[in-house]
C-alpha cells in the first residue's frame, strides 16, 4: 500500500510575502475554495497577529472551508500564539504553527540568544499551543543550516511537549538534495519519539533546488509536503505544489499518493497568477504556457507521431486544454502540414516543399507564424488541394 502523503498549501501566507501580491479576504476566501476542491489537506490561512487583515482572512477562511485543516502561523510568543487561537476559534479542525529558529546563524545573528535558551522556548511555545485545544506544528526555521544533534534535541523536546507535526524547513534554500534527505533520515533514526508526530518538510527556492529537496525529504521519511500554487513565496519561492503533486502522480515507483485532484491544477494555477498580478513563467514546469508547446522540428515530428515521445504528462491531466504546435523558423515540414490540414488544406511532394521554403523566409522574419499568416501563404501559392 503506497503511502499518503498530506500536501499543505502555504499559498496565502508564505505566497502571499511576494511584494505586491497582498490578497482581499474575499481574495483569500476564493483560492481557498478553490484548494479545498483541489484536494489540499491543509491551508496555511496566514500570520494573524501580523495585521487585522491577516486576522480577519484566518477567521473568514475557518468558515468558508469544511475539510482542510485551517493553519495559522505564529512566533514562539504568548501574544501570538493567544491571536492565532482566537483567529481559529471556528475551526473544525485548527492548527497553530509555532516555533523558531534552530541554525547557529539564526541563533546567535537574529535571537542572541543561545541554543538551551532556543530549545527552552521552542518546547513552551508548544506546550502553551497546546493548551488552547488546535493541533500544534512546530517550525524549526533554518533547520537546513542548523547543527543535526541539536536539532534531534530540538524535535524530541516539542514532540514530548505536545508537537502533533514537526516542520523542518531549508529556509534559505541551502541544501542539497542529497544532504536534506540525510539531514530527515538523521531525524528518523535518532529522535526517539519521532514516530508520535508527522515529519513536515518546507523548502524554498533560491538555489533552484526547493522541490528537488522536498521530494528527497519524503523519500527519507517526511510524510507532509509544504508548498503554494505556481512555486510563489519569499524571495526565489517555495516548493510548487503542482511539481511535487505531478512528480508522485509520474512516478509510480516512489510507491507515494496525495488527495490532490490534478486536473484542477492549471485552472487553479490562473487564478492564483491573477488574482496576485504575478505571471507564471512560460518556461514554468506543469503550468507554463510552454510546458506543452513544441516549436523544434525534430520535436514536433516525433510528438506528432506518438505525444508521449516528447511529453510525460497528458495535458489534460492537469487540466491544460492541449497541447500546442509553435511555428517558428525550427519548425519542420512535419509540424507545417500538420498545422495547414488543420486550416482545410493539404500539400505533397513539391508543392509542399514550396509552401515550407516560403514559409521559412517569413518565419526568419516574424519569429512566430499563426494562422493568418499560414492562410496569406497558401494563397501565395499556384496550385494547392484543398482537403
Known sequence: MSKKIQIFDTT?????????????TEEKVIIARELEALGVDVIEAGFPISSPGDFKSVVALTKSVKEPVVCALTRAKKEDIDVAADALRYAKRGRIHTGIGSSDVHIKNKFYSTREQVLEQGVWAVAYAKEKGHEVEFYAEDAGRADLKFLAQLIEGVIAAGADVVNIPDTTGYCLPDLFG?????????VRNIDKAIISVHCHNDLGMATANTIAGLCNGAQQAEVTINGIGERAGNTSLEEVAMIINT?????????????KIYALSKLVSGMMRMPVQPNKAIVGSNAFA?????HQDGFLKHSENYEIISPDKVGVPSSSIVLTARSGRAALKHRIELLGYHFEGEDLNHLYENFLSMADEKKMIGDE???????????????
Open 12 to 24: 496565502l501566507r508564505d505566497g502571499e510575502q511576494v511584494p505586491g501580491c497582498q490578497l482581499k
Open 182 to 190: 540525510k539531514r530527515i533520515k538523521y531525524l528518523t533514526e535518532n
Open 251 to 263: 512516478h509510480q515507483d516512489l510507491n507515494f499518493h496525495t488527495n490532490i485532484k490534478a486536473e
Open 294 to 298: 513544441h516549436s523544434s522540428g525534430i
Open 373 to 387: 499568416d499560414l492562410m496569406m501563404l497558401v494563397g501565395l501559392m499556384p496550385v494547392f488541394v484543398k482537403g
